[in-house]
């Protein structure tokens, strides 16, 4: 997808209450039963909705009539707004019972169906988004569609029964002309996922052309990429901090991308896209000031963001990086995370004004109007929190970023000074200012955790799961924290035992596993999960398991003719076509995601197949990279990581020595993109790595303490055996 088209997307995708069903209701649909909370949402609306499955489509063909299809999912605003207008009206779904047979999908679990489908709509529309509104033909293809559609006509779009009248009409009246378009979209369709062809290796100029890009639309004053609305894109920071890497911090690239995450990074902690005393982020900012956020928490993004954060500490040490991802983990381990271990997938971004009352906001959970401010903290301390956290008795939203007027006079915490500044500006004692700061936050975090919480999506998503077990166990090595590197452990154990079934992975788990088997993108994540992981804690069965994924991955998904990851596996006939994804968006592609991977495995195991298939997707979507490299800056991390060469540092060493950790945390404490990490333990683990990298089996302790051997191209240094010395080795 092109950035345009994700970012017109994102913006008809707001968090919301879910749907409030009667004790008592009148109306119970095929959706009952089902495990998605989205789909559970509409079990009671008074539309006839049916999950995707045969039993729709052989009632369409019987009946001779076209499918409604409804895409979103559980914390999208206007996938709500468009439910309660519609889909909860009598009369409206009366409508589509007559004409239509309705289905209702959540993208998050069957995103191969909603990949589908918003291409079309993307490319006859010019944008796309959810809630996703497509007419379908009894065999699926599609012939009309677009996005969320009012109950009457406004916004420029016709009214929602306007509109069915229409289509229905069209259908009956004008029969073949409908069909024949359906063939032609789908023959475009079929041209569109078709696109990967290998064509030309990947090097150092296509890195560059992707750093120039984003520099050009680069905010030099506020960070971040374009105007508003402004989204954190942390696969963009990842190729910034992976050009400083590569072309050095003296050099003009490396000193410019480095000065433009590290700003991006600033002023979104800073904003009140993060989540001031809650912890976490929100999913985008509407205004260019990362001020006002779209108030939904997802997981992907957590996990995402608290890398970018570890990667700025291991390439400054400055604490201030450190508390931003500790701030990020610690909420999804206190928030986002099941008694069981999985970690779940968002928090809507609206909530109940008051409990026991249906009225409900946007941001609800999170704002703060002056008066509760000095209601709630101590005297002398309300005009420091003021000061610092930019709260104001008419509200602090930036004029342009409240179009519907729904936070005026209230207040989104934001830090506009620093303690020892707005201490100075109100007379505060300078000495006492971060104390008491402090606890006025943990007062007021207190409160407001007694206010009715935004619905929770407690699906457990393979694919997100990946991620954030990255995340945790980037963080239990980067800062020596067993409490994150146990919950990593935990959700892997969680997957493993539950949505590892025979060889194969399921997409996701809610209460039992689902039915719906993984994509590409669940395979990827979690297999990095699993690399991280070994670096973390160094069990060799993370790195069994992530092999035993990489075969059916490389079985399920890889396109022999062209190169590349299908996202979506073989076989099943409800799916008009299988696409690859190429978009490195809100989440990294498949297809970037398992390039990297393959990188470190190769190393892992020494794999010339893993490195041709790592130069394989880089070649396959190289036409799509030469035109817009910023749409796959993951993948083009890949191709930095290869200009670099094989690095692996193997640390020889019993793992509960001190020694041994004190090398560990010499590595722990550098950012090193590309490099393996491996322990020579003396045990099973290294007998494991010995069968797949022979030198690995003579690398052992040089005078009974614990050394480091730093391999480049398969060439090791001699070994160290002082910490100092091989931070020395690593600075170079």
Sequence with gaps: MAPALLVAAALLCQGA???VNPSEPSFTNHLAGEKSPYLLQHEHNPVDWYPWGPEAFDKARREKKPIFLSVGYSTCHWCHVMAHESFENPEIAAIMNRLFVNIKVDREERPDVDRVYMAYVQATTGSGGWPMSVFLTPDRKPFYGGTYFPPDDRYGRPGFPRLLEGVAGAWEKDHENVLENADKAVAVLREMSANSRPSHGMGREDVLHCYSQ???????????FGGAPKFPHPVSLDLLFRVRARFGADSEEGRHAMEMALLTLEKMAAGGMHDQLGGGFHRYSVDRFWHVPHFEKMLYDQAQLACSYMDAFQLTHDPAWERTARDILDYVARDLTAKEGGFFSAE???????????????GAFYVWTRDEIERELPESAVRLFCSAYGVEAEGNSPPGSDPHREFEGKNTLLKRMTASVAAKAVGFPEADAGIALAHCR??????RSARPRPHLDDKIITAWNGLMISAFARGGLTFDDAGYRCSAQRSAAFVRANLWKDGRLLRSYRGAPGAVPAFADDYASLIQGLLDLYEADFDVSHL????ELQAAMDALFWDEESGGYFSSAGGDESILLRMKEDYDGAEPSPNSTAALNLARLAQIVDSEEFKKREAAIASAFSARLSDSPSSMPQLLCAVADRLKGARQIVIAGAPDDMGTHALVRQVAGCYLPGTILLLADQALGQAWLAKRLPFIEGMKPIGGKPAAY???????????????????????
């Design 442 to 447: 943990e007062k007021l975090l207190a409160i």
């Design 17 to 19: 209450e879910p749907t």
């Design 544 to 547: 069994q398991w992530a092999l």
């Design 348 to 362: 809507d971004a609206d909530s109940l004004l008051e409990k026991g009352k249906p009225e409900h906001a946007e």
């Design 214 to 224: 984003l520099a050009r639309a680069f905010d030099p004053e506020l960070g971040g």
């Design 710 to 732: 730093v391999c480049e191209n398969y060439a090791c240094s001699l070994p160290v055996t002082d910490p100092e010395g091989l931070r020395a080795i690593l600075q170079k």
